[in-house]
């Protein structure tokens, strides 16, 4: 563990070693639509676009925690209302489905519409039909943002989904490889903790920012 830590300086940092590893050529002439699972990673699919003309934009998903431990992720829900979940700790657990459909439910009122009010005015996620996608995120402990997107983005029929991410463990990757036509990362991480180790600075973006890239994501 000791050996990653702090490996990458920033999320710009990360961007710019990603660009060595994804075709950023092909991204360019393939028009591939770049899109954020999260919001803190929005900067770093803005710094991956650099000065290409490829769109991005967030996908919005929103944790359900277990009914007796607020810190223990057992499902993700995204925009579109596709819901993944953790079917081990649920079956550990013994928590019921209609709790996790319930809260998936809650939070998707409750929450990612409002995000979707707040930065896209209200606007669906755009239909990726048909079109070559990357999921982006700073890292992944549980793989559920990927799962969650991927569930989300192959219901709509794309061309290619393709993941990019800096550092990884090593079982979400072995999860996400049979759902993602490639996934470009930096790091393959074995005893993974948790994402900001990984960095020397992993500041929280704010709203206002947030609101920038997304409202300048189709202009340069």
């Known amino acids: 563990m000791k050996k990653y830590k702090n490996i990458l300086k920033n999320r710009e940092d990360a961007a710019e070693q990603l660009k ?4 950023m050529q092909r ?28 769109s991005i934009d967030i996908l919005f998903s929103e944790a359900v925690m277990a009914p007796n431990n607020s810190e223990c992720e057992i499902a ?12 081990k700790l649920v079956s550990a657990f ?3 489905y209609d709790y996790i459909y319930g809260e998936a439910h809650r939070k998707h009122e409750e929450k990612i519409l409002s995000y979707i009010y707040q930065y ?18 700073e890292g992944s402990e549980t793989g559920l943002k990927f799962m969650t997107a991927l569930k989300t983005i192959l219901a709509q029929k ?17 999860l ?32 206002d920012r947030i609101e920038k ?3 300048d994501k189709n202009e340069i």
Do not use: H
């Open 176 to 207: 996400l490889e049979p759902f993602a036509d490639d996934i470009f990362y930096l790091y393959n991480i074995d005893d993974y903790v948790e994402t900001s180790l990984y960095y020397e600075e992993l500041e929280k973006i704010d709203e």
């Open 213 to 215: 890239l997304l409202g």
């Open 76 to 87: 993700r829900v995204s925009e579109s209302e596709e819901i993944v979940i953790n079917e």
């Open 120 to 137: 896209r005015k209200g606007l669906p996620f755009q239909s990726m039909y048909n079109e070559i996608v990357l999921l982006v995120d």
């Open 20 to 23: 060595g590893v994804i075709p």
């Open 27 to 54: 991204l360019k002439d393939e028009d591939w639509k770049i899109i954020s699972v999260s919001k803190c990673a929005l900067e770093i699919a803005n710094s991956i676009r650099t000065k290409y003309k490829n």
């Open 94 to 96: 013994n928590i019921q």
């Open 158 to 174: 794309p061309k290619a989904v393709y993941i990019a991410v800096p550092v990884i463990p090593s079982d979400v990757l072995e």
